[in-house]
């Protein structure tokens, strides 16, 4: 079984929409968990950090599940220039000296 | 968070060479983790360095297909060793900071 696993995608979806995406993990002793923006041909760059309590920034909302090992990423108002592919992101300590574990990742594309 | 150059951003290598991969940071940083991206996948783990000791490779990877460098705290080298086509793949070099930053990548391709 994958440490962690997410929606293999792809999703098409159109301008304004809005679009949740699933992940779960499963070491119940992961302690911090990201989400990662990969655009084509790009390195991964952090989009947001993902806390218990959830946390939003802008048009995106990150929630943490301890009890379920789920992560979800909900974006509203879609921007074309949201497409590009997501991963979910936990490591297996707190952040200093931690091992990242990435999903596959999720394929978006948001259509005019 | 740091900012990390990694080059070459690109090659395209004959099989049985080798090919070293840079990353210089502009802060120093404890450890710098070395990822391979191939076709279609997600980042795999090859291996952690530390300073001025050896580094750790995952399950899977080796020292002698993937020796690396750590000659300091701001740069770290990886080089792919005799390598096949089914080296093809995306390296990136990364380090903690504000999350984790990646270096650009080095899209590598053996013919």
């Known amino acids: 079984r994958k440490e962690v696993e997410q929606d293999p995608g792809p999703f098409n979806v159109p301008e304004g929409a809005t679009v949740a995406f699933n992940c779960t993990y499963s070491?119940?002793?992961?302690?911090?968990f990201f989400w990662y923006r990969q655009d084509c041909r790009k390195e991964p760059k952090l989009l947001m950090s993902?806390?218990?309590s959830g946390n939003e920034d802008g048009r995106f909302t990150a929630q943490l599940n301890r009890a379920s090992q789920y992560i979800s990423l909900l974006i509203r108002d879609s921007k074309l220039s949201d497409s590009a592919t997501y991963l979910c992101?936990?490591?297996?300590?707190?952040?200093?000296?931690?091992?990242?574990?990435f999903g596959r990742g999720t394929q978006l594309t948001v259509w005019p | 968070s740091a900012v990390i150059s990694q080059k070459p951003s690109r090659d395209i290598c004959q099989r049985g060479t080798s090919l070293t991969i840079q990353c210089q940071v502009d802060?120093?940083?404890?450890?710098m983790f070395w990822y391979r991206q191939q076709p279609g996948q997600s980042l795999t783990l090859i291996a952690t360095?530390?300073?001025?000791?050896?580094?750790?490779?995952e399950s899977g990877f080796v020292i002698d297909k993937f020796p690396i460098s750590r000659p300091n705290l701001t740069f770290s080298t990886l080089t792919v060793s005799n390598m096949s086509p089914e080296d093809s793949s995306i390296y990136l070099c990364?380090?903690?900071?504000?999350?984790?930053?990646f270096g650009s990548g080095t899209r590598l391709t053996v013919v």
């Open positions: 993902v806390y218990s």
């Open positions: 992101v936990v490591t297996d300590r707190g952040s200093t000296l931690g091992r990242l574990y």
């Open positions: 802060s120093q940083v404890t450890m």
């Open positions: 990364s380090v903690e900071g504000n999350g984790y930053t």
């Open positions: 360095a530390n300073q001025g000791s050896e580094a750790t490779y």
């Open positions: 070491n119940s002793a992961s302690q911090s």
